[in-house]
């Protein structure tokens, strides 16, 4: 049977994987603990549920414009004034099926063929094998042995002629760190000098702790929004809970959103009306969500701080934001898919290697899960390689 050159480059995604491997293992009884996982644990805001079933209600659910309806990009609009301090138009903005989505159109709408693009490692498991689906070439350019940042010089160093763009997720999946202000500028400068695109994936930009916040991009930037080479990806699934709508936007200028918006017509035609309504609804609730979340979400990385540091040999950075951790276990087990396994199948305990972002000898550990999971999931770990 025939597939294609591209089917057959793109790798599984590594984490679904094992979403679907911690569910079978559930299936069966076993009293598995899933430390591997991607989305926080909330019910949805008030605000979305009540958006979408007054949606649901009127029993209309159509397509919509292909960008979004202008309700939920006048609270994105909004949004990225409050937290960017940009007033995006409607011009500027497209609302996808997730974020996901957003980086792919992104990446179809400015990579040719064998195009470069470039990322530092530890990256997002998707980051190559999206840019391989958009025919690029990834450029992945790594830390010194025991850093989670790559120089600064290495990241110019990897952009050439050859290269369409940079994407930086800060902060970052799997580290939790937010990249320092000096080496945003740095990027932005190099690549508003060298006409290179600056994706920022800033999908975790307002899960951040002790007072910290992302640096952005578009603050360093000498250009206005529509020359600029910015583009901002964010989305409703990790900061709202709601994962299972699928809505992602980006910003950017008009000739980039307006690409994205013709291909995203011929693949989807819209996001769905019914979970924009629900994105635009958890967007205008004025509460405390997103704040109860985050606070949750650092008291949840103290105590798995407490709990990884009871391991012998294991080196633990503290995460800025996200819900992931990513410690070098390499003093245990330098292959991250042989430990990770290890974890499942002695301590019953899900894990993503390292490997999978870019960088062996770590795994990467959530703490979006239950506190009770967090204490007894790193226990197994210790018996095991403490034992
Ligand atoms: C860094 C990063 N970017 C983008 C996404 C995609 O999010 P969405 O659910 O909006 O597609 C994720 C989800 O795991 C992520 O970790």
């Not at 590594?14 to 069966?28: P, Q, V, W, Y």
């Not at 940042?149 to 952009?159: A, C, E, G, Q, S």
């Amino acid at each position: 049977m025939h597939l294609s050159r591209l089917a057959m480059s793109v790798g599984q995604s590594a984490t679904l994987k094992l979403n679907e491997l911690a569910n079978n293992l559930k299936a069966e009884g076993k009293a598995v603990i899933h430390l591997g996982g991607g989305e926080p644990e909330e019910k949805i805001p008030q605000g979305a549920y009540d958006a979408s079933l007054k949606k649901l209600e009127t029993r209309r659910v159509r397509y919509t414009a292909t960008s979004g309806i202008p309700a939920l990009k006048n609270e994105i609009a909004a949004y990225t004034g409050k937290y960017y301090g940009l007033q995006p138009a409607a011009k500027n903005i497209v609302v996808s099926g997730g974020a996901k989505q957003s980086i792919y159109n992104f990446l179809l709408a400015v990579v040719d063929p064998g195009s470069e693009v470039v990322f530092p490692a530890p990256y997002w498991v998707s980051y190559p094998e999206m840019v391989k689906l958009a025919y690029g070439t990834p450029v992945v350019v790594r830390p010194e042995p025991g850093r989670l940042l790559p120089d600064i010089k290495d990241m110019v160093r990897h952009i050439t002629s050859n290269t369409r763009a940079v994407m930086l997720n800060s902060p970052n999946n799997p580290s939790g760190m937010i990249y320092p202000e000096d080496f945003v500028r740095e990027l932005v400068e190099i690549c508003e000098d060298r006409g290179v695109y600056l994706m920022m994936d800033d999908i975790y930009n307002r899960l951040v702790f002790d007072g910290a916040s992302a640096p952005n991009a578009f603050t360093m930037s000498k250009r206005p929004l529509d020359e600029s080479l910015i583009v901002s990806i964010n989305g409703v699934s990790k900061t709202f809970s709601m994962t299972g709508f699928r809505i992602g936007w980006s910003v950017a200028s008009e000739a980039v959103t307006q690409a994205m918006t013709k291909i995203q017509a011929q693949v989807t035609s819209c996001p769905s009306a019914l979970s924009q309504a629900a994105a635009a609804g958890a967007l205008a609730e004025k509460g405390t969500f997103v704040e109860d979340l985050r606070a949750q979400l650092e008291r949840k990385r103290d105590l798995l701080a407490v709990e990884l540091n009871k391991l012998k040999k294991v080196k633990f950075t503290l995460p800025q934001g996200t819900f992931y951790s990513f410690p070098d276990f390499s003093a245990y087990e330098k292959d991250s898919e042989k430990l990770s396994k290890l974890l499942v199948d002695k301590a019953l305990v899900v894990t993503v290697p390292g490997r999978e972002f870019g960088l062996d000898g770590h795994l990467r550990i959530s703490y979006c899960g239950a506190e009770k999971d967090i204490v007894e999931g790193v226990a197994r770990i210790r018996k095991v390689l403490d034992a």
